[in-house]
């Protein structure tokens, strides 16, 4: 009984320790936002050509991806298919201003480095803290991956649709050459001219 009752105890002595450090995280979390956006014009190529519009909107990102992570902490509730509605435009926005799915990745890759490194921070050096930020691990991996898979779905899902828009193109011009005439709509027109038809060729 006494063995069952300590285990219990430390149980709720690891658990007031993880909402101390995810509390603090909570607290910080435009800070740490700060410290990742930083970091990734440094390590990302495509992003160091970016404008500070562009970085205000990454940062927005940043700090919701943090704030709805640390909500499923606290609450220890697993995030739901509706929980980020936030990483689909963000992810639609990324792709269309012509980053590569691997350069989205690596952003939210640092920026879950920057959240992890934030939180063993305010684990300290205790045998307490560093229980409750292993505790803590398989959550917040849990986070990364489902937040990971879901932006690549809209990654991939735009990539298909650039491809069926580009075959669309590509048929209809075929359709007006065929039948002996250049197109008039400009998207058409503007791919005739790109592969050197004219009216006069």
Request: hydrophobic share 45%.
């Amino acid at each position: 009984m006494a063995g069952v009752l300590a285990r219990v105890a430390d149980a709720d002595e690891i658990r007031s320790e993880r909402l101390r450090i995810l509390a603090m995280l909570l607290a910080d979390v435009e800070e740490l936002a700060d410290r990742a956006v930083s970091r990734m014009p440094r390590e990302i190529p495509a992003y160091a050509v970016q404008d500070a519009e562009f970085f205000a909107d990454v940062r927005d990102q940043v700090v919701r991806h943090y704030r709805v992570k640390l909500d499923s902490l606290l609450t220890e509730r697993p995030i739901g298919p509706g929980g980020m509605p936030f990483v689909r435009p963000a992810a639609m926005r990324r792709a269309r201003a012509g980053l590569s799915l691997e350069d989205y990745l690596c952003a939210f890759r640092i920026g879950q480095q920057v959240f992890w490194e934030g939180l063993l921070e305010r684990a300290g050096d205790s045998p307490l803290g560093h229980e409750a930020a292993l505790s803590l691990a398989t959550p917040v991996m849990r986070y990364a991956d489902y937040a990971a898979t879901h932006a690549s779905r809209v990654y991939v899902e735009l990539q298909q649709q650039r491809v069926a828009d580009a075959d669309r193109v590509r048929r209809d011009l075929l359709e007006h050459l065929l039948a002996g005439e250049l197109p008039t709509r400009r998207a058409l027109l503007a791919t005739a001219q790109a592969h050197g038809l004219t009216a006069d060729r």
